[in-house]
């Protein structure tokens, strides 16, 4: 299967202050990409679909202007969580597509972030 | 009502026991369906596609009844090391996979 790889798996910032997480296709070129957040004891929810050239497509209910996203090569994606606050504190996880058809997805080890 | 549904659970069971999860999803045009597990503080991985045909991997067996917009998951004999949660996807359009909240699943000595 392909392989996604997101970093960092972990991260603690101060309230205020921007995180970048990585998310990276390393044998395969993926021209989108998703992003998720799970709070715990929920599922993942679907926060953006991330496109290679263009801009992203941000769900109902998500600012674009708080996560910004970036998918300026067919193997990164990048989500900015600007001037995080302890509401932000979550699990982000990022998944691409492989396979026959592209329906098959495969999901980074996803970033727990944490803002104090 | 949620685009896809499952049973929260939690399910235990002892050891070698059979169980069987179920999901039903609202939108009749979805594309592909998939089992996912997911371990405590980790990303999901990929357990099964399922179809409409049926199809077994080993222990589990996956079904899809298109008409009543159900899926199930089967897992027999059950491990210890089936402990985890059980997500079920649906892809509606352009790959974008809506989760269900998963089963939770406990398998004791």
């Known amino acids: 299967g392909a392989v996604v790889s997101q970093h960092p798996s972990w991260v603690i910032c101060k309230s205020g202050t921007s995180v970048k997480i990585e998310c990276r296709s390393l044998?395969?070129?993926?021209?989108?990409m998703f992003w998720y957040r799970q709070f715990p004891k929920q599922s993942l929810m679907l926060m953006a679909t991330?496109?290679?050239?263009?801009?992203?497509t941000y769900e109902q209910g998500v600012e674009k202007d708080k996560f910004l996203i970036n998918h300026a090569s067919l193997t990164l994606s990048t989500l900015t969580v600007t001037s995080a606050h302890p509401e932000d504190s979550s699990f982000y996880i990022c998944?691409?597509?492989w396979g026959v058809g592209n329906t098959e997805a495969f999901f980074g080890q996803g970033t727990r972030l944490t803002v104090v | 009502r949620k685009e896809v549904e499952q049973d929260p659970g939690p399910f235990n069971v002892p050891e070698g026991a059979t169980v069987a999860f179920n999901c039903t999803y609202s939108?009749?045009?979805?594309?592909?369906f998939f089992w996912y597990r997911q371990d405590c503080r980790k990303e999901p991985k990929l357990l099964m596609s399922?179809?409409?045909s049926g199809n077994e991997d080993g222990r589990f067996t996956a079904q899809l009844n298109r008409a009543s917009q159900y899926i199930s998951l089967l897992i027999r004999d059950s491990k210890l090391s089936d402990s985890a949660t059980y997500l079920c996807?649906?892809?509606?359009?352009?790959?974008?996979?809506?989760f269900g909240d998963g089963t939770t699943l406990t398998v004791k000595p």
């Open positions: 998944s691409a597509l």
């Open positions: 939108n009749s045009a979805s594309q592909s």
């Open positions: 399922v179809y409409s």
């Open positions: 996807v649906v892809n509606f359009n352009a790959g974008k996979s809506t």
């Open positions: 044998d395969f070129q993926a021209t989108t």
């Open positions: 991330s496109n290679e050239g263009s801009k992203a």
